[in-house]
């Protein structure tokens, strides 16, 4: 019989109240995540979540767990040496599309080469809203905000291709209007072994409002969004007579039935692939040419960083058995520096002429 305690959505919500704008969708984030803790049967004591700087970043507050408010970009640095000094924890690491790709840029793709086995939340709402209203590296080109009053001249980060590009093992893609899928894209990746990224299409109602309403308005989201589901094809639209094929090496948009074109045609979805090929074709397809891929792009099995290190440090003491700290600041190069008698004597006086 297992000692760990039946938790509810409440036992993870902090008794601070949340300090976003109304309507922002870092609350149904919030809301989500909440819901899926309980599931995950995972002590309390055992989670921690640990933030950047930005909107996104108050996160660790509003969850009643251990957590950290971190400095700007470096979250995955702290998520990782809490993870390596204890593996035993569940790690969960909240930021914002600033945070993580711009001044987080490095921490953020060596987490993801290094497969540490942490839970990567990237909140993408394509701006700086905490400090109102900068672009940021998802900013589309042109955009207009208090930087780039005349449209912003930088080509944007895709989020999806940056991460599989690292050769992430997991990657995901959520939107913050859909709960219930969000929850179930989180509890994937909270069963993966190894850096789990979830993408986030999060509005910013101030600052950057209706930024992924070609995605989540529900007029036309089932003609825009592609769910991936492993092992069948993409096909989407109301009508689900829309697909993906591939020309080439180059995705295209078919209509079933036109031109002899039929479901045998269409790409099918394999999230397990070894090589990160298809993902990164599914990173690559963007509105309003290609419906918004949602869902896992790619799930594989891969040895984690921190699981490697323990291992390698148990392999050393087999070899060499356990350290000694005085032996070890003793060997190797060592050398013992010591004053001549006439330098002793001037730094005796020195020391002794206080006028």
Known sequence: MSDTPILSKKDFASEQDARWCPGCGDDAILNAVEA???????????IVFVSGIGCSSRFPYYMASYGFH??????AAIATGLKISNPDLSVWMISGDGDALSIGGNHFIHAIRRNID???LLFNNEIYGLTKSQYSPTSPSGQVTKSTPYGSLDRSFSAASLSIGAEATFFARAVDTEPKYLQSILQRAAAHQG?????VLQNCVIFNDGAHKWTTDRASRSENQLRLEHGKPMIFGDTVKQGIRLNGITPEVVTLGENGITEGDILVHDEKASEPTLAYFLSRMRAPDFPTPLGVFRAVEAPTYDQQIHQQLEDIKVKKGDGQLRKLFFSGD?????????NQNEALSAGGNHD
Do not use: N, Q, Y
């Open 118 to 120: 942490i839970k990567l």
């Open 334 to 342: 060592t050398w013992e520096v010591k004053a001549s008698a006439e």
């Open 70 to 75: 971190t400095i700007h970009g470096r979250a």
């Open 195 to 199: 850096t789990a990224i979830v993408e």
């Open 36 to 46: 899926v803790m309980p599931t995950l049967g995972i002590p309390k004591e055992k």
